[in-house]
């Protein structure tokens, strides 16, 4: 875990324990602590430090391999019916009885390897498995991190209509009531009254279903960190806040050492490179050492054993000679899989630097696309206000304001719609760029 990582980690060990937290039972969270707490607790980062736990242990069980080997044996048996020979020393024909009615043993042995070329070459395979499965954690924590930054920043565009639609039904509430009691005056015309009924009603819908959203958006938010759903969770930054972040003109520098896939490649070339290391290994001796020992107990009276050991030493080789072509054959596969690993890298190269020319552009025109909407809704927004302006005082039809504010919230939804686009063209620029 970086330094970052356990600084907001501390962050929110502090407010979970502070006396407010405990009042108001209710964890808040900025967009970094939900990104950090989500690659700590979040399943799938779980999952993967697991895997990491997985990969050592099988490192363990490689060495294990070239270490002692101890294993030990004891049996009891009593012969119901033992096999007879028959032999004739010129007295006629003699049966003997081949064994004893009882005969037990207890024994062990020990084998060493001494050398196997694959021996070796799997111990330095099962650490590179470790490399392969950090790797994969730190690709698990990019996709937690940018999962959790988007549903992060609609849960602010949920609150965001959340406001904009309450006060959109409010401002609508009173204008009605003031239509209504010039109607009951004989001052408006019941279509009046039914028009600005209908956009209270809209607005209602409008302010409905963005709560809506954010309960959705939210309880999204907690499984992608990890966090209890059944838990109150707040989130601190709002939609400005998210967007300051999102730099104009970035730099479009790309270390690719530095990308986690461009890694993960080099680390699985690593990986074949060793096993064609292994094909060839498999053709060198393999010699290894044996000692054991057996204490046997035997007789046809358990009271009248005869006791007896035994114990052997020495060394067993063994010399591939050969194996009609088929090593040869597996070792040319192996190879050509390294080729094709070379290809694969010369095209991630390639991959890397369109994605990053695709994510600039994107980020470029997402942001053209933000400032028009941006624009668009100031100028909704004045329209409206003017319009309502006149409608109260009677310089304007009730249709001619319902047109208006039509405007107004489709230019909200449109802001907010290229709000989203561009915040997460952001993110998608910072993973090509192995900023994330």
Same mark, same amino acid.
Request: include cysteine; hydrophobic fraction near 40%.
């Given at each position: 875990?970086?330094?970052?990582?356990?600084?907001?980690? &501390?962050?929110?060990?502090?407010?979970?324990? =502070?006396?407010?937290?405990?009042?108001?039972?209710?964890?808040?969270?900025?967009?970094?602590?939900?990104?950090?707490?989500?690659?700590?607790?979040?399943?799938?980062?779980?999952?993967?430090?697991?895997?990491?736990?997985?990969?050592?242990?099988?490192?363990?069980?490689?060495?294990?391999?070239?270490l002692?080997?101890i294993a030990?044996?004891?049996?009891?048996?009593?012969?119901?019916?033992?096999?007879?020979?028959?032999?004739?020393?010129?007295? #006629?024909?003699? !049966?003997?009885?081949? #064994?004893?009615? /009882?005969?037990?043993?207890?024994?062990?042995? &020990?084998?060493?390897?001494?050398?196997?070329?694959?021996?070796?070459?799997g111990?330095?395979?099962?650490?590179?498995?470790?490399?392969?499965s950090?790797?994969?954690?730190?690709?698990?924590?990019?996709?937690?991190?940018?999962?959790?930054?988007?549903?992060?920043?609609?849960?602010? *565009?949920?609150?965001?209509?959340?406001?904009d639609?309450?006060?959109?039904? $409010?401002?609508?509430?009173?204008?009605?009531?003031?239509?209504?009691a010039?109607?009951?005056?004989?001052?408006?015309?019941?279509?009046?009254?039914?028009?600005?009924?209908?956009?209270?009603?809209? =607005?209602?819908?409008? /302010?409905?279903?963005?709560?809506?959203?954010?309960?959705?958006?939210?309880?999204?938010?907690?499984?992608?960190?990890?966090?209890?759903?059944?838990?109150?969770l707040?989130?601190?930054?709002?939609?400005?806040?998210?967007?300051? *972040? &999102?730099?104009?003109?970035?730099?479009a520098?790309?270390?690719?050492?530095s990308?986690?896939?461009?890694?993960?490649?080099?680390?699985q070339?690593?990986?074949? !490179?060793?096993?064609?290391?292994?094909?060839?290994?498999?053709?060198?001796?393999?010699? =290894?050492?044996?000692?054991?020992?057996?204490?046997?107990?035997?007789?046809?009276?358990?009271?009248?054993? &005869?006791?007896?050991?035994?114990?052997?030493?020495?060394?067993?080789?063994?010399?591939?000679?050969?194996?009609?072509?088929?090593?040869?054959?597996?070792?040319?596969?192996?190879?050509?899989?390294?080729?094709?690993?070379?290809?694969?890298?010369?095209?991630?190269?390639?991959?890397?630097?369109?994605?990053?020319?695709?994510?600039?552009?994107?980020?470029?025109?997402?942001?053209?696309?933000?400032?028009?909407?941006?624009?668009?809704l100031?100028?909704?927004?004045r329209?409206?206000?003017?319009g309502?302006?006149?409608?109260?005082? #009677?310089?304007?039809?009730?249709?001619?304001?319902s047109?208006? $504010?039509?405007?107004?919230?489709e230019?909200?939804?449109?802001?907010?719609s290229?709000?989203?686009?561009?915040?997460?063209?952001?993110?998608?620029?910072?993973?090509?760029?192995?900023?994330?």
């Amino acid at each position: 875990m970086n330094t970052k990582i356990k600084l907001l980690l &501390v962050s929110l060990a502090l407010c979970l324990c =502070s006396p407010n937290y405990a009042q108001q039972d209710t964890l808040e969270v900025t967009l970094n602590q939900a990104m950090a707490y989500a690659t700590e607790f979040g399943y799938q980062s779980i999952n993967a430090e697991h895997d990491i736990e997985i990969a050592r242990k099988k490192v363990n069980e490689t060495i294990a391999i070239g270490l002692p080997q101890i294993a030990g044996n004891a049996s009891f048996n009593k012969n119901l019916l033992l096999q007879e020979i028959v032999a004739d020393f010129g007295n #006629g024909p003699q !049966r003997f009885k081949l #064994g004893s009615d /009882y005969n037990s043993s207890i024994g062990g042995r &020990v084998d060493q390897l001494l050398f196997d070329g694959s021996y070796l070459v799997g111990l330095q395979a099962s650490k590179v498995y470790v490399q392969l499965s950090q790797n994969a954690k730190e690709k698990t924590h990019i996709e937690i991190k940018q999962a959790v930054a988007e549903v992060y920043f609609l849960a602010s *565009i949920a609150d965001e209509n959340i406001r904009d639609f309450k006060k959109s039904m $409010e401002t609508n509430q009173q204008t009605y009531d003031e239509t209504k009691a010039y109607f009951d005056n004989g001052l408006k015309d019941d279509t009046d009254v039914d028009q600005i009924k209908l956009m209270v009603n809209e =607005s209602n819908r409008l /302010y409905l279903e963005a709560k809506r959203q954010q309960t959705v958006t939210m309880a999204i938010l907690k499984f992608s960190m990890g966090y209890d759903i059944d838990k109150p969770l707040k989130i601190s930054d709002n939609i400005d806040e998210l967007l300051s *972040i &999102v730099t104009l003109n970035p730099s479009a520098d790309m270390d690719l050492q530095s990308h986690i896939d461009y890694r993960s490649l080099l680390t699985q070339t690593d990986i074949q !490179r060793l096993d064609i290391k292994n094909q060839k290994a498999q053709a060198l001796p393999r010699l =290894s050492a044996f000692a054991s020992y057996d204490y046997v107990m035997l007789g046809d009276d358990l009271s009248n054993l &005869v006791n007896t050991n035994g114990a052997v030493v020495g060394l067993t080789l063994s010399v591939p000679i050969f194996s009609s072509g088929q090593r040869s054959a597996q070792l040319k596969q192996k190879k050509l899989t390294l080729t094709k690993l070379n290809v694969d890298k010369l095209m991630l190269e390639q991959s890397l630097e369109r994605d990053l020319l695709i994510a600039k552009t994107n980020l470029a025109n997402g942001n053209a696309q933000y400032n028009n909407a941006q624009e668009a809704l100031e100028i909704a927004t004045r329209i409206y206000d003017k319009g309502l302006l006149k409608f109260k005082n #009677g310089m304007a039809s009730s249709l001619e304001l319902s047109q208006n $504010e039509n405007k107004m919230v489709e230019a909200i939804i449109t802001l907010r719609s290229a709000s989203t686009n561009y915040f997460n063209m952001y993110l998608n620029f910072k993973k090509a760029t192995a900023q994330l």
